[in-house]
């Protein structure tokens, strides 16, 4: 079955240290994004991409950067890691126009 | 751009009382309109889901939700619920391609 899988599942990191989410789907979908789930504020967009060498920033991507290098992988990378990207990170994806979104089971970060 | 507002952070209900959560969006000209369901530790899925057509929408589970242009509201009902329907809720309206969440609803459910 078409699925999509994201590592780590929980990752706890240092202030300042790069870090990177990985995002894997075998839907064959165009659009992937990552969104971020906080207490009070639901879910935050904060990269999206369209098609492979497409991306597009969200409401809340500073601090984040994304690559689509192909169809199937949209890897996160937070450059300089900071206590409030503590956070749970979701990927999805979806065939595009009315078509719902598919959702990974979430990667926990804490940065100490 | 598109705006969704969840009326309700917390709603604890009975088992087997009917519910109500509350989700308003910003008017546009077409939209689409979504709920997903988020169980404890788990990734979110969807639940129903407002294109065209009928505005009453229905899931497999029960739960029902209205598309109401007028109030711009889809509000989503159960008329009686289940301990397992304990879960946290989020509605979301579509917006160039991109879904746009309110801030979640969490259905508490007493036995």
């Known amino acids: 079955d078409a699925e999509i899988t994201q590592s780590p599942r929980h990752k706890i990191t240092e202030t300042g240290r790069q870090v990177t989410l990985a995002c894997h789907q075998t839907?064959?979908?165009?659009?992937m994004f990552w969104y971020r789930q906080d207490l009070g504020h639901g879910l935050r967009l904060i990269h999206y991409?369209?098609?492979?060498?497409?991306?597009n920033k969200g409401e809340v991507s500073d601090g984040y950067s994304v690559s689509r290098s192909n169809t199937e992988d949209l890897p996160l990378t937070l450059e300089s890691a900071a206590s409030s990207q503590t956070s749970v990170y979701f990927c999805?994806?979806?065939?595009?126009?009315?078509?719902?979104?598919?959702f990974g089971e979430g990667s926990r970060l804490t940065v100490l | 751009a598109q705006s969704v507002t969840q009326l309700d952070s917390q709603v604890p209900v009975f088992e087997e009382a009917p519910v109500e959560l509350r989700c308003n969006y910003s008017?546009?000209?077409?939209?689409?309109l979504f709920w997903y369901v988020q169980y404890p530790n788990q990734g979110l899925q969807l639940l129903l889901k407002?294109?065209?057509?009928?505005?009453l929408v229905e899931s497999i589970n029960g739960f029902e939700a209205e598309f109401n242009k007028s109030q711009t509201s889809f509000h989503l009902r159960k008329p009686s619920v289940h301990i397992s329907d304990t879960a946290e809720y989020f509605c979301?309206?579509?917006?160039?391609?991109?879904?746009?969440f309110g801030q979640g609803t969490t259905l508490q459910v007493k036995p």
């Open positions: 839907w064959n979908h165009n659009n």
């Open positions: 008017s546009s000209v077409s939209v689409y």
């Open positions: 991409s369209y098609g492979v060498q497409d991306t």
């Open positions: 979301a309206v579509k917006d160039t391609g991109k879904l746009i």
């Open positions: 999805a994806s979806s065939v595009g126009g009315a078509g719902e979104l598919f």
């Open positions: 407002y294109l065209s057509g009928s505005t």
